[in-house]
């Protein structure tokens, strides 16, 4: 671990919201008055009527319930738009940069007010409204934040899905919420790469009874098949409504959207966020950790179909009054130069982007950065992965040329929020910290026998007390939701993550310590892989693990067991890495695959992962005790023949 320090620079300290003596304070009254200090800060946003009950949750087994605010009303498209309208109506909103560096847009709030209620005039045509679900799959163009605004704005629950998902995972996620429409476009373009969205979303349907309607938007022009009964252009439909749709009256537990995420078993659950309480604290921790002044340019490079596009391209941003950017492409497309040249090109000022990125940007060396200005660069942000001190220093050496603070933010799906991070005025940073808790967040670390550790200590990271942002249930399944989170540990909410407390009480994210694996800052279920990989004809068996990669963070390691007979061939090797590629999606590729004759099992038939993870991580030596495995033997072939030997 780093030990250095870097000490907040002076004219942060003084310009910041927060400076390290407001930090304390605020937090201190965060958590001994939290009724009092989420009742202040609740009137950051509009109430159409005010909540007078504050917090009213129970992490107790088998009654764990979450409310924040519940007697308000309110509406969220409301609150990112129709209250900005006096002040700024022609101010910027959103940028959107294109994947081709020639193509961008400028969208004022007055815009995205009148596109946002013709959007929503459209699914109100189509039947929908409150409470209905709407599947959104569609790539980083102004229309993914319109229909997602849109749903707030009629009170449909948006679940977007992430365009590179595969027909399969997309038509599960639209079956386990019962959507009955679907936003796409007709391609998607990425790096210069075309995405048949349409097709998928074609294909997705034949597994899905439920959807009545299928919305296209016309991204790349390219001829695709309509249905005359149930799809549409969005650009015919939207000739045809007006600019003006009043909003939906939502109480603060009424939800807003669902966002599907990679656990360790079975299928992904549909993560549920509500109105209020997700609302104040997007919008709050959006303020105070990026620091956000009016005027600042905003860019976080996250899709819209993971939750850091969610809570930080759109929700946090827009509800605060904010001009964010939004990005088709990737990072190193035209050239390694890309991220860099937009933050000219618009002259951003925060800039929040993830590890695998950085460390990919890295590895192409300073040149690409250094023939750029960055100039308007103040602030840096990373978020999804622990950051590794090298690539911290590089990021902030090299991109923030020593005066952009960097801010670690450590959240999840679930939490809705940014929970652990500096603020930049306030903290002082460690390389591969996440520093300290916002307002309102009690980190606990645990042993594995449920003690609470005090002081410096290493074990799992547990959250003590709700916050605004929380989940509030598995969509569908309440008992999944507390089986998954407050088993573990009776009445807290368990995060998955295993964390280091220093002396100075910094957090040090160390990564899952259950079956999920992070992958480029994605989120991946082992079982997910697994599963995928046993319904290949040709295997029997699979286990599947996380081993440390230079970029990645963390790549799929899958021991696989062939059927009788089967031959272990490098053709097979490949048609596996597609068959997943094609059942899940891309993310989920395996980067290496061995064949194993048999795996490590107890006597009772259990596999012992820690073992494979171990030869996956090339510490054949540490292997622990074997002793009580079924066939100890196995482990001699499995050490042999693995595949990331140094
Ligand atoms: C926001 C997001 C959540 C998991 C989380 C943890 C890892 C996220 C991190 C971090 C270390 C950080 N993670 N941020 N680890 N430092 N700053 O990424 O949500 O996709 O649900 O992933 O990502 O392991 O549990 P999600």
Not at 328 to 357: C, L, M, Q
Not at 587 to 607: C, E, H, N
């Amino acid at each position: 671990m780093s030990e250095k320090i870097y000490d907040v620079p002076a004219e942060w300290a003084s310009r910041a919201f927060v400076d390290d003596a407001k930090y304390r304070q605020m937090y201190e009254r965060s958590v001994t008055d939290p009724t009092g200090f989420w009742a202040e800060h609740a009137k950051r946003v509009d109430w159409i009527k005010a909540p007078t009950k504050i917090d009213n949750w129970s992490f107790a087994p088998g009654n764990v319930s979450i409310k924040w605010f519940e007697d308000g009303v309110l509406n969220a498209a409301y609150n990112c738009i129709d209250r900005h309208l006096d002040k700024r109506g022609d101010q910027v909103a959103i940028i959107w940069e294109g994947d081709d560096p020639s193509q961008s847009r400028s969208i004022t709030y007055r815009e995205l007010h009148d596109e946002v209620c013709k959007f929503a005039n459209i699914l109100r045509n189509r039947n929908v409204g409150k409470g209905d679900r709407v599947t959104i799959y569609l790539p980083m163009i102004p229309e993914a934040a319109f229909a997602m605004l849109a749903c707030a704005r009629i009170g449909a629950i948006h679940s977007v899905v992430f365009a590179g998902f595969s027909p399969d995972s997309l038509a599960g996620r639209i079956n386990d919420c019962n959507s009955k429409i679907v936003i796409t476009a007709d391609e998607g373009l990425r790096g210069g790469r075309k995405v048949p969205l349409k097709a998928n979303v074609d294909a997705a349907l034949k597994k899905c009874e439920g959807v009545d309607w299928v919305m296209v938007v016309k991204r790349t022009g390219a001829a695709v098949e309509m249905d005359d009964v149930r799809d549409f252009w969005y650009h015919e439909a939207a000739e045809v409504v007006t600019t003006e749709c009043p909003v939906e009256h939502m109480h603060a537990e009424d939800p807003l959207f669902i966002l599907y995420t990679s656990g360790s078993t079975g299928q992904p659950k549909g993560v549920l966020h509500t109105t209020g309480g997700y609302l104040v604290f997007a919008s709050m921790t959006h303020q105070y950790v990026f620091d956000y002044h009016d005027g600042d340019i905003y860019w976080c490079t996250a899709d819209v179909g993971w939750v850091t596009g969610h809570s930080y391209i759109l929700y946090g941003p827009l509800a605060n009054g904010a001009t964010t950017l939004m990005f088709e492409g990737v990072p190193n497309y035209p050239t390694n130069s890309r991220f860099w040249e937009v933050i000219d090109k618009h002259k951003v000022n925060i800039f929040y982007t993830a590890p695998t990125a950085i460390r990919a940007l890295m590895q192409a060396g300073d040149e690409p950065v250094k023939k750029t200005s960055r100039k308007s660069l103040r602030l840096l942000g990373s978020v999804g992965e622990p950051i590794n001190p090298e690539a911290w220093e590089w990021y902030h050496r090299v991109v923030g040329e020593d005066r952009c603070p960097i801010v670690d933010t450590w959240w999840q799906t679930e939490t809705g929020g940014i929970l652990i991070t500096p603020l930049p005025g306030a903290t002082k940073l460690k390389p591969g910290s996440a520093t300290r808790p916002f307002f309102g967040v009690v980190p606990e670390i645990l042993d594995p026998e449920g003690n609470v550790l005090e002081g410096e200590c290493t074990g799992n990271l547990c959250l003590a007390r709700s916050w605004p942002g929380q989940m509030r249930t598995v969509y569908g399944d309440h008992a999944r939701f507390e089986q998954t989170y407050f088993s573990a540990y009776k009445g807290k909410y368990f995060t998955g993550d295993g964390c280091r407390r220093d002396t100075d009480g910094f957090y040090w994210i160390t990564g899952r310590v259950d079956d999920v694996i992070n992958v480029s800052g994605h989120r991946m279920g082992t079982a997910e892989v697994e599963s995928s990989l046993v319904a290949h004809p040709k295997v029997s068996e699979a286990a599947v693990v996380g081993y440390p990669h230079d970029i990645k963070g963390q790549g799929i390691y899958a021991y696989v067991t062939l059927m009788a007979g089967e031959e272990p061939t490098e053709e097979l090797r490949k048609e596996l890495v597609a068959w997943v590629r094609k059942d899940i999606g891309p993310i989920a590729s395996p980067d290496l695959i061995q064949f194993a004759p048999g795996l490590p099992k107890t006597r009772s038939g259990k596999i012992m992962r820690r073992i494979l993870r171990k030869i996956a991580e090339d510490e054949p030596s540490s292997l622990g005790d074997t002793s009580t495995l079924a066939d100890p033997a196995v482990v001699d072939d499995l050490v042999e023949h693995r595949q990331n030997k140094h």
